[in-house]
């Protein structure tokens, strides 16, 4: 039960687009259209932010998109605003019904 | 709305149990199956268990199997984890999470946090 590779962080500045990957196996991200992604401030519980790979939640802005591609996923924050910095992570279902996260992406707002 | 309340956290003795419990409201609790999922301090997220929606069906990660047992009262819309045999590498915030959609965690709870140490 592998975790899924996250860049350790990245960096924008406002107004500019930005994207994070998310790299797994054939297993999880490559064989199920179950990706989602979360967004978490510090000392503050994880924010569902997109599900299913490219779908989001009511209540969460456009700016923020999904997309798969083969075993590696990505979101996609357009329009970059200070209060989008925060830890973001990825999640999969893999086979043998368990459920793999990334190791987590710090997002730094320029 | 949604609400998700984790209690039961504390300072524990390696090799000692501890129950941790997640009270549900804001939706129809045995609809839906559920997620433990921890946080090591300054570390990502890491998940545990999850139950099915009637607690029949259960899956945990591997370096919690024999160890954990995650179970649920749907009479009384709580959530449940008894882990016995603790050790230092369970020190974590635990946080319960409602499974949406392919087990995505569409709400959480605020976290509940177990350190296990001598």
């Known amino acids: 039960q592998s975790a899924l590779t996250q860049p350790a962080s990245v960096s924008g500045s406002p107004g500019q687009s930005i994207s994070i990957s998310c790299t797994g196996t054939s297993s999880d991200v490559g064989d199920y259209n179950f990706v989602s992604w979360y967004q978490q401030l510090p000392g503050k519980a994880p924010k569902l932010m997109i599900y299913d790979v490219s779908n989001r939640p009511s209540g969460v802005s456009n700016r923020f998109s999904g997309s798969k591609s083969g075993n590696t996923a990505s979101l996609t924050i357009s329009g970059l605003q200070a209060e989008d910095e925060a830890d973001f992570y990825c999640s999969s279902y893999a086979r043998n019904s368990t459920l793999l996260f990334g190791g987590g992406t710090k997002l730094t707002v320029l | 709305q949604v609400q998700l309340v984790e209690s039961g956290g504390g300072v524990v003795l390696p090799g000692r149990s501890l129950r941790l419990s997640c009270a549900a409201s804001g939706f129809t609790f045995s609809n839906y199956a559920m997620h433990w999922v921890r946080q090591a301090p300054g570390r990502g997220l890491e998940w545990v268990a999850i139950?099915?929606?009637?607690?029949?069906?259960?899956y945990y990660q591997d370096s919690v199997k024999g160890r954990f047992t995650i179970s649920r009262d749907n009479s009384k819309n709580t959530l449940y984890v008894q882990m016995n045999s603790l050790r230092a590498e369970d020190t974590a915030v635990y946080y319960c999470a409602r499974a949406g959609s392919g087990w995505t965690g569409d709400y959480w709870g605020q976290g509940t946090l177990v350190t296990v140490s001598s």
């Open positions: 139950v099915s929606y009637d607690g029949r069906h259960k």
